[in-house]
């Protein structure tokens, strides 16, 4: 159930949800790190020396990457408006789903015990970031154990994902367990828990959860009849929460 305002269905932006540029001070409202200078309490000349490090770069459009699979490693970034996918290539030329990446998420965490990128990193949509060199990152992290402890905690959750849908589940639990992270992970940056667009293509969520393309077009129709949720092409409404994270429960508890 949302309390409050209506919050806005991603990716559209209100000003609850728009990312501001920040000040020397503060983080723009979508910042992957703000949480952990202010929840921590760090003080305002660290507020400072990491607001000094980041680059805000952008637009991406549709189809952009941000980098390639072998690129130099030089900075992580996160992600102020927009979604990005992870993919890699194998060796016969098909492409793997590693993630989707939404407001206050970082990209580039998987390259940082190596000096290359091991994956690409396209644009979805439109996308803005904000880009962090690592290497400098690093240092003032090394001084700031809050800062330290949070991109442990990034990298963790990283890590957490990739492994979310290695169990044996079935087709129902794998889209129910993809819906409900996607909702929690968009209402936590302030967007609607229960209507949101499907920014990827089906046969990408298909890839990633490792099913057939017409195996997530009967799973949506099915969900559909049975009332726990209506899709129109890429709009989605979630209505009948709870039956959905009754069912994806086994798969976000792992």
Not at 52 to 78: K, N, Q, S
Not at 95 to 113: Q, R, T
Not at 129 to 147: D, E, H, K, N, T
Request: proline content about 4%; hydrophobic content about 40%.
């Amino acid at each position: 159930m949302e309390t409050g305002l209506n919050p806005t269905a991603f990716p559209r932006q209100d000003e609850r949800t728009l990312a501001d540029d920040g000040d020397r001070l503060n983080f723009c409202s979508t910042c992957a790190f703000s949480q952990a200078c202010l929840d921590e309490g760090m003080d305002k000349g660290g507020l400072r020396d990491l607001h000094m490090l980041v680059e805000h770069v952008g637009p991406f459009h549709t189809g952009e990457h941000i980098f390639r699979e072998g690129d130099d490693f030089e900075a992580i970034a996160a992600v102020r408006a927009g979604t990005v996918k992870t993919y890699v290539i194998d060796r016969d030329g098909r492409e793997h789903v590693l993630g989707f990446h939404l407001p206050g998420e970082v990209i580039g965490l998987n390259a940082i015990d190596g000096e290359h990128y091991p994956c690409n990193a396209v644009a979805l949509d439109t996308v803005m970031l904000c880009r962090f060199s690592f290497p400098r990152i690093s240092v003032l992290a090394a001084q700031l154990p809050g800062l330290q402890r949070h991109l442990f905690r990034l990298l963790s959750r990283d890590i957490g994902r990739a492994a979310l849908l290695a169990g044996d589940w079935t087709a129902d639990q794998r889209m129910a367990a993809f819906l409900i992270a996607l909702s929690r992970r968009l209402a936590a940056r302030g967007f609607s828990a229960t209507r949101f667009q499907l920014t990827m293509a089906r046969t990408d969520i298909a890839n990633y959860l490792r099913l057939a393309p017409e195996t997530v077009s009967r799973v949506l129709r099915r969900f559909q009849q049975d009332g726990l949720l209506h899709v129109d092409r890429r709009e989605l409404e979630l209505t009948d929460r709870s039956s959905l994270e009754a069912l994806a429960e086994p798969v976000l508890r792992s």
